[in-house]
């Protein structure tokens, strides 16, 4: 997969970040030439429009995002959302059903033949540490990545009619370039 050539950067609005968790995220998008705005008080569209960023993200890291109800009803607006996080089932509109678990899952797997899933094989895991594990996503997403040992839901991409795009990461770990160059360029509507 061949990127365009950027005449417009991509903007990434992240509005959740909690304990700077996801510093290494933005520092990672920063490295890859996408423009990083991080405004943590943002709470309403309108805060968010007033941006114009083609994507609104969270880094959440080992937490889970907390402005919920904000990232569904941005998807729901036709935003373009990128969520990183320890998030639990059912709470964002990409995971249906999760548990708590300890359970060992060191590598994530890419998986299938969405453009997300392309140019990469596998990346960090969540470990073995306290964490939510997806068991089913919403009908109309599709797994990016899983994880072997457990066989949860790692990457999901959801899309829908008439609605936005979303991405989300479950593990607390930094993704591979490939991943996050797939993920952003996709968001935006660039490849």
């Given amino acids: 997969m ?22 290494s995220w ?18 309403t569209k309108a805060q968010v429009d007033s941006y114009s960023p083609y994507i609104v993200a969270c880094f959440a890291t080992a937490w889970g995002c907390s402005k919920v109800s904000l990232f569904n009803q941005l998807y729901d607006a036709g935003y373009s ?21 300890n359970a060992n899952a060191p590598t994530i797997y890419s998986q299938g033949t969405h453009p997300i899933a392309q140019g990469w094989a596998s990346a960090p895991g969540s470990g073995g540490d306290g964490r939510y594990g997806p068991t089913a996503i919403n009908p109309s997403a599709v797994s990016i990545a899983k994880d072997t040992v457990n066989n949860y839901f790692e990457g999901i ?35």
């Fill in 26 to 43: 933005i520092s990672k998008l920063d490295s890859l030439g996408f423009i990083v705005v991080s405004d943590i008080s943002v709470t």
């Fill in 81 to 101: 959302v990128f969520t990183e996080g320890n998030d639990n089932a059912n709470a964002i509109y990409p995971t249906v059903s999760g548990v708590w678990t």
């Fill in 157 to 191: 991409y959801l899309e829908e009619p008439g609605k936005g795009r979303w991405y989300h990461h479950q593990p607390n770990s930094l993704a591979p370039d490939r991943l996050i160059q797939n993920a952003v360029y996709y968001l935006a509507k660039r490849i």
């Fill in 2 to 23: 061949n990127y365009p050539v950027v005449i417009n950067p991509i903007k990434i609005l992240v509005i959740e970040n909690p304990n700077n968790g996801g510093n």
